[in-house]
């Protein structure tokens, strides 16, 4: 079995001394030391069999509210829930993990860092967005590109006497652009050469294509990265990790 999952980048960069190395963190977590102002969070399904890195699930407790009508009218309630998030943090500072919409992003770093969220937020970094020319360059490398979306078209300076000029104009009119071959699996957008002028003068906001073992991955302007790994196999969990994300994360930190 295998679970989608969406993956951001970070990297820890605290003001008053550097990252943690990942025997550091593995020390802590072992003694139990980690008591921070985030409550009831706790790593779990830990791996230390890196070299280089250190894997955890990392747990956390989230209060919502929700209103219920009693005898006495409208009633205040709250609930605590538990979830959690995949974590690969490595001795250089940088981090992958899971992006839940059930779990503030800040909390993670907060907790590899050992401090609440508001004293942690001047010590870490979150990247926000994969640079056009990386997100260009894994369309490239793509063997097969499955659906695309582009945002503003014909940004980069070009001829108006040729096609380039016609993607210019109609980004004067259309907001976005999405592209996709639909159910049909032999179709492959990359064959379009249409496609790949659209490509090298348009931001592109989304993409979804296959590699070269035909796995396929999306990434996101917007600095996310989603795919398949195994379930209930930490080790294949971290080594797909490896694999797939850190790449990105190499790339990230490199421009950093």
């Known amino acids: 079995m295998a679970e989608e999952v969406r993956l951001r980048f970070g990297v820890l960069d605290p003001q008053d001394d550097g990252p943690p190395t990942t025997n550091d963190l593995e020390s802590r977590l072992v003694k139990q030391q980690t008591q921070l102002s985030t409550p ?3 790593p779990e399904r830990v791996f230390t069999d890196l070299t280089d890195g250190y894997f955890l699930e990392f747990s956390t407790e989230v209060e919502s509210e929700y209103q219920t009508l009693g005898d006495n009218g409208i009633e205040d309630h709250t609930h605590e829930e538990a979830y959690s998030a995949r974590v690969l943090y ?15 992003d800040e909390r993670i770093p907060a907790f590899l860092l050992s401090k609440s969220p508001e004293d942690a937020e001047d010590d870490y970094h979150i990247f926000q967005d994969f640079q056009q020319e ?9 063997n097969e590109v499955s659906r695309i979306k582009f945002g503003q ?5 070009a001829d108006d006497h040729d096609l380039s000029g016609l993607i210019s104009e109609l980004g004067d009119e259309v907001g976005y652009l999405q592209l996709s071959r639909g159910y049909t699996q032999s179709r492959n957008l990359k064959r379009s050469d249409l496609v790949d002028r659209f490509v090298e003068l348009s931001t592109i906001r989304q993409l979804t294509y296959y590699n070269s073992d035909d796995e396929r991955l999306g990434i996101t302007d917007s600095g996310r990265l989603v795919f398949q790994i195994p379930e209930n196999n930490v080790e294949a969990e971290v080594s797909e990790l490896r694999e797939k994300a850190e790449p990105f994360l190499r790339k990230l930190l490199a421009d950093y």
């Open 40 to 42: 009831n969070s706790r």
């Open 90 to 104: 490595f001795d250089d500072g940088g981090f992958i993990f899971e992006s839940r919409e059930d779990i503030p």
């Open 134 to 142: 990386h997100i260009r360059q894994e369309y490239r490398n793509a």
């Open 153 to 157: 078209l014909g940004n980069i300076s």
